[in-house]
């Protein structure tokens, strides 16, 4: 069964950087875009990009750009989303979420907490 | 961007209830529009895709409609482990956007 693992909370100090990995298993890892969308407590959710884990090709929402990137490692089909310059308003759950196909995503990680505090 | 805008923002319902949710896009998205469903604490779930084709999975009671800039989500009976917050999605252009969400309660 196709499963997104993600891995475990954090917590930054502003202006550090955090990166959130992504296990993939049960399906092939270089079929289908991975995707990151965020979700700051009570609120909805945003997307901040994909990649390609085939070709390694990226995309990144405009609001990211710069601050985000996005990278896989394909021997161990993992991805992984390392947000730079964090600020508190970065505190959110950070999801990935595979394509079903385009923009549509038809399974999804547990979510990673990553708390910006000082 | 393309702006999404559900209503209502919340809802309250029993089951049993069949209840609406609508979806208005701020251009035309053809038929490129997604619905999830998400509990607390957990991911969102897939429910429709492309408008009103049902994910593998989920139950009929579920079903979608529209075109171009309006759509609805349907559930024809409202069963307990459906109380949850809804979610549409554009995925017709980059970046895709999300509505704000449609909380169903009790």
């Known amino acids: 069964q196709v499963q997104l693992v993600q891995s475990g909370a954090e917590v930054k100090k502003p202006g550090a950087s955090v990166k959130v990995s992504c296990k993939a298993s049960?399906?092939?890892?270089?079929?289908?875009?991975i995707h990151w969308v965020r979700q700051a407590p009570g609120q909805g959710l945003e997307w901040m990009g994909w990649?390609?884990?085939?070709?390694?090709?990226?995309n990144y929402a405009q609001k990211f750009q710069g601050r985000v990137t996005v990278t896989r490692d394909t021997p161990i089909t993992t991805v992984y989303m390392e947000l730079s310059r964090l600020r508190s308003d970065d505190t959110a759950v950070y999801y990935c979420?595979?394509?079903?196909?385009?923009?549509?995503?038809?399974?999804w990680g547990q979510g990673t907490l990553v708390t910006v505090s000082s | 961007d393309i702006q999404m805008t559900q209503s209502p923002s919340s809802l309250s319902a029993s089951v049993g209830d069949r209840i609406t949710v609508t979806c208005r896009a701020s251009q035309r998205i053809s038929l490129y529009l997604n619905w999830y469903q998400q509990k607390p604490g957990k991911a969102p779930n897939l429910l429709i895709y492309a408008a009103s084709s049902l994910q593998r999975g989920v139950p009929s009671r579920f079903s979608g409609s529209g075109s171009g800039t309006e759509f609805t989500l349907t559930i024809s009976s409202l069963q307990p482990e459906d109380f949850a917050t809804y979610y549409c999605?554009?995925?017709?252009?980059?970046?895709?956007?999300f509505g704000q969400g449609t909380k169903v309660e009790v």
């Open positions: 999605q554009q995925s017709y252009s980059t970046p895709p956007t």
């Open positions: 049960g399906y092939t890892f270089t079929g289908s875009h």
């Open positions: 979420a595979k394509s079903r196909d385009g923009y549509n995503f038809d399974y």
């Open positions: 990649i390609n884990p085939y070709s390694g090709d990226t």
